[in-house]
């Protein structure tokens, strides 16, 4: 969570500085969801995240140099300078993105897992999205597809209660959200997002449920400390309530628990703090001395080149 702090606050620092240019959406209070549930897969288990993805990036291994680089457009990043902040992939680690247009990741969870239970795969797919996204069609036609074909698939939803600046129950009829998920006969979880052990707990159990008997939706309850984008003036919610949420901020939340409980001493966390702090500023570095791709590849990667599979 504090690596994932860290590079988020960097990135900000380096699009003020117009190194960063584009749409930048931090996940800065956020930390807990996606190191809860992502601990809990293995290694062949696949990604699918929307454009708020540098935590999730981060958390399934992907390094933060090559990250940091994509941010930066420079051909070293992960999807080769190309996709940015908000398509990052990584074929290594099965994370497919990176969606920039709401709720696009649902169809294409539901597509990885099909073709893994087709092939008789064991892996599940985990896809993460807004709450936003349970506005679209294709949440409707994914859940229920998900749910029909018994998909192995973990529909991880962030509610942080905003979609930009529209809050669930000025778009939404019915504001709860696994009501939504169980009308597709798919049981459905809300969790503390905040929390990363109550976190950790659901999703262990979730991903059993999901490799034994189908599609499972996990609310996590959560909210982001920034504004939705760099350009938002943030007028659709009140400061009070961002700082009551910001008392409840995972990463001391989990520290105090971790001190009290012996497993972590106040050193220990100066200077996990000290590392990130170092891993930031190495990939920064990194991303600084890359290269940008010559005009010249512009039509690289259009068109598949190669041999069909
Ligand atoms: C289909 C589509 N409609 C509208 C947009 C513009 N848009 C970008 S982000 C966003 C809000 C999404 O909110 P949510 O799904 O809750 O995710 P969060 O930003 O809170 O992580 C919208 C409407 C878009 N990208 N795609």
Redesign the pocket.
């Known amino acids: 969570m504090v690596r994932i702090r860290r590079f988020e606050e960097a990135c900000a620092e380096q699009y003020s500085k117009g190194r960063i240019r584009g749409f930048l959406?931090l996940y800065v209070g956020q930390e807990a969801v996606a190191v809860g549930v992502l601990d809990c897969l293995e290694r062949d288990d696949a990604v699918v995240a929307?454009?708020?993805e540098h935590g999730h990036a981060l958390a399934r291994g992907i390094d933060s140099a090559r990250l940091m680089a994509e941010m930066f457009g420079r051909a070293e990043g992960c999807s080769g300078g190309r996709g940015g902040s908000m398509h990052v992939f990584d074929a290594a680690t099965r994370f497919y993105g990176g969606q920039?247009?709401?709720?696009?990741g649902l169809p294409l969870a539901v597509g990885l897992a099909l073709a893994d239970q087709m092939q008789r795969r064991p892996r599940v797919t985990v896809c993460f999205?807004?709450?936003?996204?349970v506005a679209?069609g294709e949440f409707h036609e994914a859940m229920n597809l998900a749910a029909l074909w018994r998909l192995p698939v973990l529909f991880a939803c962030?509610?942080?209660l905003?979609?930009?600046g529209?809050a669930l129950s000025r778009s939404e009829s019915e504001t709860n959200l696994c009501v939504k998920a169980a009308s597709y006969e798919m049981p459905a979880w809300s969790v503390d997002g905040m929390d990363v052990l109550a976190v950790e707990d659901a999703t262990r159990r979730a991903m059993t449920a999901v490799r034994e008997g189908g599609p499972l939706f996990l609310e996590l309850r959560t909210y982001?400390f920034r504004a939705?984008?760099m350009f938002d003036p943030q007028l659709y919610r009140d400061k009070a309530e961002v700082e009551l949420w910001k008392q409840r901020d995972p990463i001391p939340a989990f520290a105090s628990r971790a001190q009290a409980s012996g497993a972590l001493r106040p050193e220990d966390r100066a200077a996990l703090e000290q590392e990130a702090e170092a891993e930031m500023a190495q990939a920064v570095a990194f991303a600084e001395a890359g290269r940008l791709e010559p005009v010249a590849e512009l039509a690289r990667h259009v068109y598949f080149e190669g041999e069909a599979r």
């Not at 999205?129 to 996204?133: C, K, L, Q, S």
């Open positions: 959406h929307t454009y708020r920039a247009i709401v709720a696009a999205f807004g709450e936003g996204a679209e962030e509610n942080n905003y979609a930009m529209t982001r939705h984008s």
